[in-house]
Every structure is written in C-alpha cells, then in structure tokens.
C-alpha cells in the first residue's frame, strides 16, 4: 500500500549539523517543574513489527499477545493499515479487545493513515476524509483506547492549509467527542512537521479532544511522512524544540529510535535530552516504542529501545 512503500523510507536520523533551522533553545519553551518520582509507562507501536507482519512472519490479531510475552509491555498502539478489511466490523474489533484482555494488555489508541487529507482545500474532500476517519474512531471506542492518531497533510499555501486543517480537525475532534475519543495530530512531515504551526491550528481550534502525538524522529520538513533516517533530509525542525512544544498537547508520544552503539544509545536521538523533558512535565500518559531500524531485527530494535527508556528514567530520579 502507499503508506507500506512511503514509509519504509523510515524516518532518516535528523543531521542537526545539515540545514537545521536555528531555533531556540528547547527549555526555554517546556513547562517544567523538578524531577520527581514519575513512573515510566510503556507502550509498543504496532509499526515496530510492520517487517513481520507484511511478511506474513506474525498475525496482527495476535499484536497485543506478542507485545506481552515477546516484550513483557503491557499497552499497545495499533496501525490501521493492518486491519482494512476488519475496519467497519464491531465483531472483530470486539473480538481483538477480547484478546487484548485476556493477556492484561491495554489498548490506548489507533495510528490512522491513507483516509485523505483532513486539510483539503477543497470542502468536500475535506468532509469525505473527515468522514472516513469516523469508522476509525468507533473501532478504537469498542478496543477501549483513548484516542486515534491522524495526519495534518493539506495542500496550498501556508494560510491555505492553515484555514482547512482548523476547519477538517475541528470537525473530526467535535465527532471524536461525543464518543470519548481523542485525535491527536503526529509530526509527520512537511507542514506537520513545524510544531509551531500545528500548535497555532491546536490553538484555533481550541477543542478538548484535539491533541498531538509527539514523535522522536519525523522532523523533516521537505516531505511528507518526516523521513530523517540516515541524515537524507537537508531541512529539519528541531526535535527538542518540536518534543517540547507539542508535549503539553499529548496524550502520548512516540519514542522513536533507528539504530544504537555498543553502550545501547541510540546514534542520532538523545534520550536523555528528551525524556528529562517529559519526566520534568505534566503528561502522564505513555512513551511508546516506535522502533524503524533498518540494521537490526525488529525484535531486537524493540528490545533496545525499551532497555534505553528503562535505563535513562532510572537515573533521572
């Protein structure tokens, strides 16, 4: 599918020393408040597996199973695109929360792609894809989630998509609302990917239920989905600044992570920098393993990656 193709490009490492804007400095933005005992609270996105489960190697109704015996965690973010065919059906969608129960896994929200673009300039297109979202929503009512993930693609000028996307998100959070779920926009490239920008629309919109996702990696600026693996992309918003900026918005955020040196960190994101921030703030909610290496297993990338969150909280304390 579009987004299995465009996305296996996975998120190039952001080369802060390549052409990233000169911002400020991150703390200056984060609402901070001292360190204290916080627990860490760790999710598994469905994506670090997606490898395994195009080929075929694991099946995606035993997604939240796997993430408790292989991982030992305990919460999981499901991928849409792995369950098109199920998508209107409140028997399977039951069903997977029974499974989901059955092995004390907690279902927290639902990654949605490819239902166009909530910030069409076009009206009509911009309700169809609104609308497309809604069979997503419900799904993600009956797993017992708290919210769907959604992208704020448009196109046109700067105020163009600004204008749509205030209307399209307003729209899909107001529907959202009456069943209790969030939508909450990830940095995903492009305009997206401009924390400022997005917290301007979050702002205008001004809805309880609209919020963001903030992602590790996915700061590329000049194309869609974020790609900033391998230090491809020459214009990159500043993570830190990006992180900090959507957090007091987040219902979750992704921990995303590529690859990592024989001391177990990871080679382009600094863990510390960032989990001092969210540890030091108000969310609550939980950091998810978004693993999209290329060098390693997804099983070991996993592994990795929790084993660093794990190591970095602790000496935060």
Not at 150 to 172: M, T, W
Not at 298 to 307: L, M, N, S
């Amino acid at each position: 599918t579009f987004l299995v193709v465009t996305r296996r490009n996975f998120l190039k490492n952001v080369g802060l020393g390549t052409t990233a804007l000169t911002l400020p400095s991150f703390a200056a933005h984060a609402i901070l408040k001292p360190l204290e005992m916080k627990s860490l609270n760790i999710s598994l996105a469905q994506w670090s597996l997606h490898r395994a489960l195009e080929k075929g190697d694991i099946k995606a109704i035993d997604f939240a199973r796997i993430a408790k015996e292989e991982f030992d965690i305990h919460a999981v973010e499901y991928v849409n695109q792995f369950y098109t065919e199920h998508a209107k059906s409140e028997a399977y969608w039951q069903h997977l929360k029974e499974r989901a129960t059955d092995v004390d896994v907690k279902s927290l929200l639902i990654m949605v792609d490819n239902e166009g673009d909530l910030g069409n300039p076009k009206a009509k297109k911009r309700k169809t894809a609104v609308e497309n979202h809604f069979k997503w929503i419900h799904a993600a009512k009956i797993l017992g989630c708290h919210s769907i993930r959604v992208n704020a693609f448009g196109e046109g000028s700067r105020l163009e998509i600004k204008s749509a996307l205030v209307d399209g998100l307003g729209q899909l959070a107001s529907y959202g609302a009456k069943e209790n779920i969030h939508v909450l926009i990830e940095n995903h490239g492009l305009h997206t990917s401009d924390a400022d920008f997005i917290v301007d629309i979050i702002k205008e919109v001004n809805h309880s239920h609209l919020g963001t996702l903030p992602d590790f990696g996915n700061w590329c600026l000049e194309t869609q989905w974020g790609s900033t693996q391998n230090n491809s992309c020459s214009q990159v918003y500043d993570r830190y600044k990006g992180v900090t900026a959507f957090l007091p918005y987040a219902k979750g955020v992704s921990a995303k992570s590529y690859q990592f040196n024989e001391a177990g960190e990871e080679t382009i994101i600094d863990f510390e920098r960032l989990l001092k921030v969210i540890k030091a703030s108000d969310f609550d909610g939980h950091v998810g393993i978004e693993f999209e290496g290329e060098t390693i297993p997804e099983a070991d990338g996993i592994r990795a990656t929790k084993a660093l969150l794990e190591k970095v909280w602790a000496a935060l304390d």
